[in-house]
């Protein structure tokens, strides 16, 4: 991947983004450009930040501080910009899968037949077919957040947001959604920023895997993961694979601070981050 | 599994639709009891055979006081749905409002209906005003407060997941937040069903100028005609009961995804015929690069594929 590649086709872009609760600084000033076409996921310990990072993109939360630049526009504080997938999959429950997946296009007027038919046309591409007219209380965890995630696609914003999507499914699952998830972005040649808490989720998934530190958050460090595309399972054996995984494992746990009370001798041996 | 045994074994000794039935026969099997235990005089307590003898006999007279006490409590239920829906709107939109009218709301239900019914008469006259505010007053207060509190209690994430994707305030209101309240609406008019009956009685109790069953039992009772007393309490319940079942009867209809696994005999199922059996080829094919993993993980979503029959999936899914 050439290093000029997101300074030619910066999508999205935080300058000095930062924010504080009651005077508690959560985010530290921070700066991300995201490339059109990239896949960049954001790992970090729970409760530093990552969700309201998201909700900053997202036009749902002011910064305290910067601004964030969409397609070269300023977007701060504007919401209606990005697709939002949450941590819940915050389906529907009196939508259909279809009715779900159009909701927003409902919200914007009325559904007409064209994007009805668009939208099953989509689901039916990415393996949702059979389960159309299901109400939401009949799915597998999985396929909920399939449908949400579709619903997201649906909303064909440039950049979509993806907040923890796959982490409360069942390893198995979970594994089956992310090599979805990478065919549905390799088709739709889309544009993800992708938040986890789960290392080896963001190696596996990402172009680039920023670290980040323990509240007040900022990014630690910045992995450039470059693996051949598709990627299969098989991949996470590989010894490069585990090079980045353990590379990410350095920074995140040798950060000062980062876990008060880690003493895993596990972690001992891995020495300062590099 | 012995929960299943257990339900298979009660559908067995007793069908659903027996059930209420074999309630009200042992109901009348005791009163009858009672009577005979403790020989009471038919004009303390009729026998059930009295009372049905007398609304049968009667029919022709009972039956426009019946049907004056019907509308009244159909009519002044209507009145009241529509102002405890329109008030729990207006409340959970307008902030300011919802503030101050509670306590006015609060007040009117404080306030004991049967001795605010006089007053209303004087201010409203004799006719259908007073009853259907009378019975107003009775149902619309379950309609706001349960109505409200859903309304108010949208989960915050998919108001946030709402406001994300943008999206007018009326269409908030109509695609989100009132059908996560018909759910509690729905609760809300069984009970205001049966409070309605009561009101309407209040109403004719006060004011007498329209016959009514209500004030043809205080009639009755002063010629202590009991089985006539006996008889019109039973219609009047009848009444409330009617209302009942068919509040529950409309929440089949107005919250269908409760009780069913699929949407049917919407236009999109019909899109959705139409697209799977256009011979789509498998997702396999069309997403799954070559050497990708993907195409391992699409396998293992195989169910996905559209079973032959559609009523096999509704029958596994309840
Ligand atoms: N609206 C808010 N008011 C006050 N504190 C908040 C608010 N939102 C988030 N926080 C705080 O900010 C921190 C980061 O939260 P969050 O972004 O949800 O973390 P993460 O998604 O990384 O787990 C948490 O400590 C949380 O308590
Ligand atoms: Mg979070």
Redesign the interface.
């Known amino acids: 991947m050439e290093p000029t590649r997101e300074a030619a086709t910066c999508l999205l872009e935080l300058r000095d983004v930062s924010r504080s609760f009651g005077g508690v600084e959560v985010l530290t000033p921070i700066d991300l450009k995201i490339a059109r076409g990239e896949f960049v996921s954001i790992v970090g310990p729970s409760g530093c930040g990552k969700s309201t990072l998201m909700?900053i993109v997202?036009?749902?939360v002011e910064p305290t501080s910067g601004r964030v630049m969409l397609e070269g526009r300023d977007i701060t504080g504007r919401?209606?910009h990005?697709g939002?997938m949450?941590q819940?999959d915050?389906l529907?429950?009196?939508r259909?899968v279809?009715?779900n997946i159009t909701?927003?296009a409902?919200?914007?007027g009325r559904v007409s037949?064209g994007q009805?038919?668009e939208a099953?046309?989509m689901a039916?591409?990415?393996?949702?077919?059979?389960?159309?007219?299901?109400?939401p209380?009949?799915l597998s965890g999985?396929m909920r957040q399939r449908v949400a995630l579709m619903r997201t696609l649906a909303?064909g914003r440039p950049i979509m947001l993806l907040d923890e999507p796959f982490g409360a499914l069942d390893a198995q699952t979970r594994?089956?959604?992310q090599?979805?998830l990478?065919?549905?972005w390799?088709?739709m040649q889309g544009t993800i920023l992708f938040i986890t808490h789960d290392i080896e989720e963001a190696v596996f998934l990402s172009d680039r895997v920023l670290v980040m530190s323990r509240r007040p958050a900022a990014i630690a460090a910045e992995i450039r993961v470059d693996l051949e595309r598709?990627?299969?399972?098989?991949v996470t054996t590989s010894e490069e694979f585990i090079a980045y995984k353990r590379q990410a494992m350095e920074i995140l746990y040798s950060h000062r601070g980062l876990y008060e009370e880690v003493t895993d001798p596990a972690f001992a041996t891995l020495g300062p981050a590099s | 599994m012995s929960g299943d045994r257990t339900r298979s074994w009660g559908r067995r000794t007793l069908p659903f639709a027996a059930r209420p039935i074999v309630a009200i026969v042992v109901a009348v099997l005791l009163w009858e009891a009672v009577i005979k235990l403790f020989n009471v005089p038919p004009y303390v307590i009729p026998t059930p055979e009295s009372t049905v003898a007398f609304v049968w006999d009667d029919w022709s007279q009972l039956q426009p006081l019946f049907f004056q006490t019907l509308s009244e409590v159909v009519l002044g239920f209507l009145v009241g749905v529509g102002v405890g829906v329109f008030l729990a709107v207006l409340m959970s939109e307008v902030k300011v409002l919802n503030t101050t009218l509670y306590p006015l709301i609060i007040t009117s239900q404080a306030a004991p209906i049967v001795a605010i019914a006089p007053p209303l008469v004087i201010i409203l006259g004799f006719g259908m005003l007073p009853k259907l505010v009378i019975v107003g007053l009775c149902v619309f207060f379950p309609i706001v407060v349960n109505m409200l509190s859903a309304l108010n209690s949208v989960?915050p994430?998919?108001l946030?997941?709402?406001?994300?994707?943008?999206?007018s305030r009326l269409?908030?209101l109509a695609?989100?937040k009132l059908?996560?309240a018909?759910g509690p609406l729905c609760a809300a008019l069984r009970i205001g069903a049966t409070f309605a009956v009561t009101g309407a009685v209040i109403g004719e109790w006060t004011a007498t100028a329209t016959r009514g069953l209500g004030n043809n039992i205080l009639t009755q009772e002063s010629a202590l005609n009991t089985p006539a007393v006996f008889g019109e309490v039973i219609m009047l319940t009848g009444i409330g009961i009617a209302g009942f079942l068919l509040m529950s009867l409309l929440e089949r209809f107005v919250?269908p995804?409760r009780r069913?696994?699929?949407?049917?005999g919407?236009?999109?199922?019909r899109?959705?015929r139409r697209?799977?059996s256009g011979g789509?080829p498998s997702?396999t094919t069309?997403?799954?690069?070559p050497?990708?993993?993907?195409a391992?993980?699409?396998a293992?979503?195989a169910?996905?594929?559209?079973?032959a029959d559609r009523s096999v999936?509704q029958g596994v899914?309840r």
Not at chain 1, 124 to 135: E, K, P, Q, V
Not at chain 2, 286 to 289: H, I, L, M, S
Not at chain 2, 291 to 294: A, E, L
Request: proline share 5%; no cysteine.
């Open positions: 909700n997202a036009g749902l919401s209606g990005v939002y949450f819940k915050l529907i429950p009196w259909t279809l009715g909701f927003g409902a919200l914007k037949k009805l038919v099953a046309e039916r591409h990415y393996g949702l077919s059979a389960f159309l007219d299901n109400y209380h009949t999985g909303l594994v089956q959604l090599q979805w990478l065919a549905v390799a088709e598709p990627r299969g399972v098989v | 989960d994430e998919m946030a997941l709402v406001k994300s994707i943008e999206t269409r908030l695609l989100v059908p996560s018909l919250i995804w069913r696994s699929t949407a049917r919407l236009l999109r199922s899109f959705r697209l799977v789509a997702v069309r997403v799954g690069a050497g990708s993993t993907f391992a993980g699409v293992t979503a169910p996905l594929q559209p079973p999936v899914l």
